[in-house]
């Protein structure tokens, strides 16, 4: 182990040409170096040969799914899940030194980076109003602190309770049900800001929120979409299983305005062709799309195969399938025919001729997969582009078969299981309605806050006290600088964390730091050792088991804290044995059967090799939508524009990052090393913009508000992204993002349709 | 492409004979080659064949499925390329013809390359083995009502067991 750097690097940005492959021997390498640097190597083999186990620990990274039990390789990880598990596992440790040495001030202006790398917390610790250092607090005395903050508030609606994708489904499940008892539905996540676009698009359209296809229909498939996300950086083990599929003959279409290395070509480092030969071609072909442009994308192929249907009737629809299975067809078949092939051009970026090319295949493929990420979600009209893949997919039969469906790809290992857990601002009353059942009180029925909401109310002062269980909310949330106006205007915030980050420094008039276990490490409680379960992108449902020692005696796990907090915040309200739910994480579980629909005999059932999948009710022919079956949709025609002498931003991970979090200051598949305040153009826009290669730069967002959001101090890089188009790293570049400017209906921020304009700044 | 069909009489209603063959999940109890199946879906199913190292494992979709008539179905490995269909028809009230016939395409590899020859035998056995187990049985084990067609599911009641699960969004 190493130890971590007092001061922040004074590294030179240098660039090189960008990498065309991903993984391979580099990646064990990275992955091992960086591990080896935060702890010993007892540890790291401890982790690596438990992370994604049957029994295992899961993964804390992504939601990938994994193979099935008797399928697993030995290494079953990425680079990625290797540093993030190992950053979790770090020997170092933060103790009350550390924050007697820095003043909270100071720690703030260290960067996210630095932060990170000071290691696990210890003890519990408490900023007090006058003061401006974190100074240590009993258990009793910091949990009693914040209940007693939160039974003063005129309205259980005057705190929020947010929750990252990490925490556990027993975690989460405790945490809805805190919240409602004390008499809340403020409950925004993570989700808010990832996929909700996606879940509501496919809840109206399909009757589900979740994604329809497993792992097996990715290896079946004859054509897969990979839009608006790059696989290799933020869910490297998907290549896998895109390597697969080619094996079995698929082709793989990608959509992106940035051409990433995993988009290209793997090497499988679990295999001798991936060490020594030259891996596998993943995509067959690249769109490159302007940010934004996937809209008008699926409306162009839509409308190619309604038209090649007029050419050969009977040929290209499934009718039989659109017949039985769906509603509005006909209407969507006049509007989709109405969209002008020169708007679908100006949006996207691509010849008719590459749409055509597209859509030919499309037409050669029995079954075809839509992958999506945040390219997708995160913009204005992220969620008519969800409804227009979903028309996409109805018009062949592409859902609800093997091989075939929407494939929703989540970037946090239990995003998807905290929302089927209750972890949601609007649950519906039949969710309430078990809960009153089951634990005998009445849950409040307004609706709560998302996150996007949450720091409006708390900048207009009617959010007060602030609650995050896991994540870095301040980092992950848009319009920084109206985020910690928001934080700070707080009475209370408090974080149960495993890791120092910026969420801690930026706080309210009071702040707690809750140090909890890890995921990796062992949860001993009154009746002996717990496991935790956790939901993966594909519906799994499945167990995940601590192997390390913890990283101090006095932590407690995320269960143990909700419980001691609602029983101090509750004092007896509501029919609710938290105690016991602390000593036996079986009886959550109990309870969870009573509550969700899919859950019986969970305890019995998630033991089992592998776990429980739940099915999704369109893979049983239901569809749970206002006609009972799949719905076509009309959506106007959209796009993200910049006035001339501006380009669309979109905010992207480096490949050494794990979500607000990066390991360091090199993006090694973009050929970016040393510096992360880096502005990534098209080389003839930068041209045309009249500004050179390595140019200082402000990045100057423009919204309609008046307020000016400025991120200062930016390189240019020349990168082959899709014209008018241009990328930078969150959440350095989050304070561009305006806090109004969110997709229709889902309310998530729009990070990947930001216009900006590049202004020269002086050097030095 | 070879072909192998082999018929089989059963002395159990129509209703009886379909829906034990439909568990597919029981095919071991009373199958030799058969060591374990998966039903991933109503539509996926997910097959494990002999030991050691005649072992194989593949996914099949079921294409088509018509409640006391017939199931159609195709291999997804492209290692073990076959189709199939299985009918049955009542020849009585309480017997049955069970028919099945089955397709092998041509590019199996290894111990694989040589089943289509062996096929006919294999199925004969098995055939006989589902006729001695329903017989002495009487009943079936469970039954799944719902159809199949050009590979979609069309369950036979609105709300099935399985489809009641959270539909509320995910974000």
Same mark, same amino acid.
């Given at each position: 182990?190493?130890?971590?750097?007092?001061?922040?690097?004074? /590294?030179?940005?240098?660039?090189?040409?960008?990498?065309?492959?991903?993984?391979?021997?580099?990646?064990?390498?990275?992955?091992?170096?960086?591990?080896?640097?935060?702890?010993? !190597?007892?540890?790291?083999?401890?982790?690596?040969?438990?992370?994604?186990?049957?029994?295992?620990?899961?993964?804390?990274?992504? !939601?990938?799914?994994?193979?099935?039990?008797?399928?697993?390789?030995?290494?079953?990880?990425?680079?990625?899940?290797?540093?993030?598990?190992?950053?979790?596992?770090?020997?170092?440790?933060?103790?009350?030194?550390?924050?007697?040495? =820095?003043?909270?001030?100071?720690?703030?202006?260290?960067?996210?980076?630095?932060?990170?790398?000071?290691?696990?917390?210890?003890?519990?610790?408490?900023?007090?109003?006058?003061?401006?250092? =974190?100074?240590?607090?009993?258990?009793?005395?910091? *949990?009693?602190?914040?209940?007693?903050?939160?039974?003063?508030?005129?309205?259980?609606?005057?705190?929020?309770?947010?929750?990252?994708?990490?925490?556990?489904?027993?975690?989460?499940?405790?945490?809805?049900?805190?919240?409602?008892?004390?008499?809340?539905?403020?409950?925004?996540? @993570?989700?808010?800001?990832?996929? %909700?676009?996606?879940?509501?698009?496919?809840?109206?359209?399909?009757?589900?929120?979740?994604?329809?296809?497993?792992?097996?229909?990715?290896?079946?498939?004859?054509?897969?979409?990979?839009?608006?996300?790059?696989?290799?950086?933020?869910?490297?083990?998907?290549?896998?299983?895109?390597?697969?599929?080619?094996?079995?003959?698929?082709?793989?279409? !990608?959509?992106?305005?940035?051409?990433?290395?995993?988009?290209? +070509?793997?090497?499988?480092?679990?295999?001798?062709?991936?060490?020594?030969?030259?891996?596998?071609?993943?995509?067959?072909?690249?769109?490159?799309?302007?940010?934004?442009?996937?809209?008008?994308?699926?409306?162009?192929?839509?409308?190619?195969?309604?038209?090649?249907?007029?050419?050969?009737?009977?040929?290209?629809?499934?009718?039989?399938?659109?017949?039985?299975?769906?509603?509005?067809?006909? /209407?969507?078949?006049?509007?989709?025919?109405?969209?002008?092939?020169? &708007?679908?051009?100006?949006?996207?970026?691509?010849?008719?001729?590459?749409?055509?090319?597209?859509? &030919?295949?499309?037409?050669?493929?029995?079954?075809?997969?839509?992958?999506?990420?945040?390219?997708?979600?995160? #913009?204005?009209?992220?969620?008519?582009?969800?409804?227009?893949?979903?028309?996409?997919?109805?018009?062949?039969?592409?859902?609800?078969?093997?091989?075939?469906?929407?494939?929703?790809?989540?970037?946090?290992?239990?995003?998807?299981?905290?929302?089927?857990?209750?972890?949601?601002?609007?649950?519906?009353?039949?969710?309430? &309605?078990?809960?009153?059942?089951?634990?005998?009180?009445?849950?409040?029925?307004?609706?709560?806050?998302?996150?996007?909401?949450?720091?409006?109310?708390?900048?207009?002062?009617?959010?007060?006290?602030?609650?995050?269980?896991?994540?870095?909310?301040?980092?992950?949330?848009?319009?920084?600088?109206?985020?910690?106006?928001?934080? +700070?205007?707080?009475?209370?915030?408090?974080?149960?964390?495993?890791?120092?980050?910026?969420?801690?420094?930026?706080?309210?008039?009071?702040?707690?730091?809750?140090?909890?276990?890890?995921?990796?490490?062992?949860?001993?409680?009154?009746?002996?050792?717990?496991?935790?379960?956790?939901?993966?992108?594909?519906?799994?449902?499945?167990?995940?088991?601590?192997?390390?020692?913890?990283?101090?005696?006095? *932590?407690?796990?995320?269960?143990?804290?909700? @419980?001691?907090?609602?029983?101090?915040?509750?004092?007896?309200?509501? &029919?609710?044995?938290?105690?016991?739910?602390?000593?036996?994480?079986?009886?959550?579980?109990?309870?969870?059967?009573?509550?969700?629909?899919?859950?019986?005999?969970?305890?019995?059932?998630?033991?089992?090799?592998?776990?429980?999948?739940?099915?999704?009710?369109?893979?049983?022919?239901?569809?749970?939508?206002?006609?009972?079956?799949?719905?076509?949709?009309?959506?106007?025609?959209?796009?993200?524009?910049?006035?001339?002498? #501006? *380009?669309?931003?979109?905010?992207?991970?480096?490949?050494?990052?794990?979500?607000?979090?990066?390991?360091?200051?090199?993006?090694?598949?973009?050929?970016?090393?040393?510096?992360?305040?880096?502005?990534?153009?098209?080389?003839?826009?930068?041209?045309?913009?009249?500004?050179?290669?390595?140019?200082?730069?402000?990045?100057?967002?423009?919204?309609?508000?008046?307020? %000016?959001?400025?991120?200062?101090?930016?390189?240019?890089?020349?990168?082959?992204?899709?014209?008018?188009?241009?990328?930078?790293?969150?959440?350095?570049?989050?304070?561009?993002?305006?806090?109004?400017?969110?997709?229709?209906?889902?309310?998530?921020?729009?990070?990947?349709?930001?216009?900006?304009?590049?202004?020269?700044?002086?050097?030095? | 492409?070879?072909?192998?069909?082999?018929?089989?009489?059963?002395?159990?209603?129509?209703?009886?004979?379909?829906?034990?063959?439909?568990?597919?999940?029981?095919?071991?109890?009373?199958?030799?080659?058969?060591?374990?199946?998966?039903?991933?879906?109503?539509?996926?199913?997910?097959? $494990?064949?002999?030991?050691?190292?005649?072992?194989?494992?593949?996914?099949?979709?079921? $294409?088509?499925?018509?409640?006391?008539?017939?199931?159609?179905?195709?291999?997804?490995?492209?290692?073990?390329?076959?189709?199939?269909?299985?009918?049955?028809?009542?020849?009585?009230?309480?017997?049955?013809?069970?028919?099945?016939?089955?397709?092998?395409?041509?590019?199996?590899?290894?111990?694989?390359?040589?089943?289509?020859?062996?096929?006919?035998?294999?199925?004969?056995?098995?055939?006989?083995?589902?006729?001695?187990?329903?017989?002495?049985?009487?009943?079936?084990?469970?039954?799944?009502?719902?159809?199949?067609?050009?590979?979609?599911?069309?369950?036979?009641?609105?709300?099935?067991?399985?489809?009641?699960?959270?539909?509320?969004?995910?974000?």
């Amino acid at each position: 182990m190493k130890k971590a750097a007092s001061e922040e690097p004074d /590294e030179q940005l240098t660039v090189t040409k960008p990498k065309a492959w991903a993984a391979g021997v580099p990646a064990v390498a990275h992955a091992l170096e960086y591990s080896l640097d935060q702890t010993s !190597a007892p540890r790291v083999g401890t982790t690596l040969l438990a992370i994604n186990q049957v029994n295992g620990i899961d993964c804390p990274g992504c !939601a990938w799914a994994d193979p099935s039990p008797g399928h697993r390789h030995l290494n079953e990880y990425c680079e990625n899940g290797a540093k993030h598990i190992n950053d979790e596992a770090t020997s170092r440790r933060i103790t009350s030194d550390f924050f007697r040495r =820095y003043s909270v001030a100071e720690l703030n202006r260290q960067s996210d980076l630095w932060l990170n790398q000071q290691g696990r917390l210890t003890e519990p610790m408490v900023k007090r109003p006058d003061s401006d250092h =974190y100074e240590p607090i009993s258990w009793p005395e910091a *949990l009693g602190l914040l209940a007693g903050e939160l039974r003063e508030l005129d309205s259980p609606d005057e705190a929020a309770f947010y929750t990252s994708g990490r925490v556990s489904n027993e975690a989460a499940f405790l945490l809805q049900l805190f919240a409602r008892a004390y008499g809340t539905n403020n409950l925004p996540d @993570c989700s808010n800001l990832c996929h %909700e676009s996606s879940g509501f698009a496919l809840a109206e359209t399909l009757g589900t929120g979740k994604g329809t296809v497993s792992l097996e229909d990715i290896h079946h498939a004859d054509l897969i979409f990979l839009v608006g996300q790059n696989p290799g950086t933020n869910h490297p083990r998907q290549l896998s299983a895109l390597e697969e599929a080619k094996h079995n003959g698929a082709r793989i279409i !990608a959509v992106n305005p940035l051409p990433e290395a995993g988009l290209m +070509r793997f090497k499988n480092p679990q295999k001798p062709s991936g060490i020594i030969g030259r891996g596998v071609q993943i995509a067959d072909r690249f769109l490159q799309v302007r940010a934004g442009g996937d809209l008008a994308l699926f409306q162009g192929l839509n409308r190619l195969l309604l038209e090649a249907e007029d050419s050969r009737p009977g040929a290209v629809l499934d009718h039989d399938f659109i017949r039985s299975n769906t509603s509005g067809f006909e /209407e969507f078949s006049r509007h989709a025919r109405s969209i002008a092939w020169e &708007d679908i051009l100006t949006a996207t970026g691509l010849t008719r001729e590459e749409i055509g090319q597209a859509a &030919d295949d499309v037409m050669r493929s029995e079954r075809v997969i839509v992958c999506w990420a945040m390219g997708v979600t995160q #913009h204005r009209h992220a969620v008519p582009t969800i409804r227009e893949i979903v028309n996409f997919l109805l018009l062949r039969g592409n859902l609800g078969k093997p091989g075939a469906g929407a494939c929703p790809v989540r970037g946090h290992s239990n995003v998807q299981g905290d929302r089927t857990m209750g972890i949601w601002e609007r649950m519906p009353d039949i969710f309430l &309605d078990a809960l009153r059942k089951e634990f005998d009180f009445e849950p409040p029925r307004a609706h709560g806050v998302d996150a996007v909401n949450a720091i409006r109310a708390m900048r207009e002062g009617r959010i007060k006290v602030f609650v995050g269980v896991a994540g870095n909310f301040v980092r992950a949330a848009p319009d920084s600088n109206a985020t910690e106006d928001a934080l +700070r205007q707080c009475s209370l915030t408090a974080h149960i964390s495993t890791k120092l980050n910026r969420s801690h420094t930026v706080c309210g008039r009071t702040a707690l730091i809750l140090p909890a276990l890890g995921r990796t490490e062992r949860d001993i409680q009154a009746t002996g050792e717990q496991f935790v379960t956790v939901e993966n992108s594909m519906s799994e449902v499945h167990t995940s088991q601590g192997r390390l020692e913890p990283a101090s005696r006095t *932590l407690l796990s995320e269960v143990a804290i909700i @419980c001691r907090l609602a029983r101090l915040t509750l004092n007896g309200k509501a &029919d609710i044995p938290w105690e016991q739910f602390e000593g036996d994480y079986g009886l959550i579980r109990d309870r969870i059967s009573n509550v969700i629909p899919g859950f019986q005999h969970f305890n019995r059932r998630v033991v089992r090799p592998g776990g429980i999948r739940l099915p999704n009710p369109v893979n049983e022919g239901v569809f749970h939508t206002r006609t009972d079956k799949a719905l076509f949709t009309c959506n106007e025609w959209q796009m993200s524009e910049a006035p001339e002498g #501006h *380009l669309v931003l979109q905010t992207l991970r480096s490949h050494d990052q794990w979500n607000t979090i990066p390991y360091t200051d090199n993006d090694r598949y973009r050929g970016i090393h040393g510096s992360r305040r880096v502005v990534m153009v098209n080389p003839e826009d930068l041209s045309r913009l009249d500004l050179a290669e390595g140019q200082l730069v402000d990045l100057v967002s423009v919204w309609g508000d008046g307020v %000016e959001r400025r991120a200062e101090g930016f390189r240019t890089v020349p990168y082959p992204t899709a014209l008018g188009c241009a990328a930078a790293y969150y959440p350095e570049a989050n304070v561009l993002a305006p806090l109004d400017s969110v997709a229709e209906t889902s309310n998530q921020p729009a990070y990947k349709g930001i216009v900006v304009r590049l202004e020269p700044a002086a050097e030095g | 492409m070879n072909t192998v069909e082999e018929t089989i009489d059963v002395a159990v209603p129509v209703r009886t004979a379909y829906n034990q063959w439909t568990q597919f999940e029981s095919f071991p109890r009373f199958m030799t080659v058969v060591k374990g199946v998966h039903q991933i879906r109503p539509n996926l199913t997910h097959w $494990v064949l002999g030991r050691g190292p005649l072992r194989h494992e593949f996914d099949v979709e079921i $294409v088509e499925q018509v409640p006391d008539s017939h199931v159609a179905w195709r291999s997804l490995d492209r290692r073990f390329m076959h189709r199939g269909k299985v009918s049955f028809r009542a020849t009585a009230p309480d017997r049955t013809e069970v028919v099945v016939r089955m397709h092998f395409g041509s590019n199996g590899v290894g111990l694989l390359a040589h089943l289509p020859t062996l096929a006919h035998r294999v199925v004969q056995a098995e055939l006989g083995h589902f006729k001695e187990f329903i017989e002495s049985v009487g009943q079936e084990g469970g039954a799944w009502r719902g159809s199949i067609r050009n590979g979609h599911v069309y369950p036979a009641e609105p709300e099935p067991a399985r489809s009641q699960v959270p539909h509320w969004p995910v974000g």
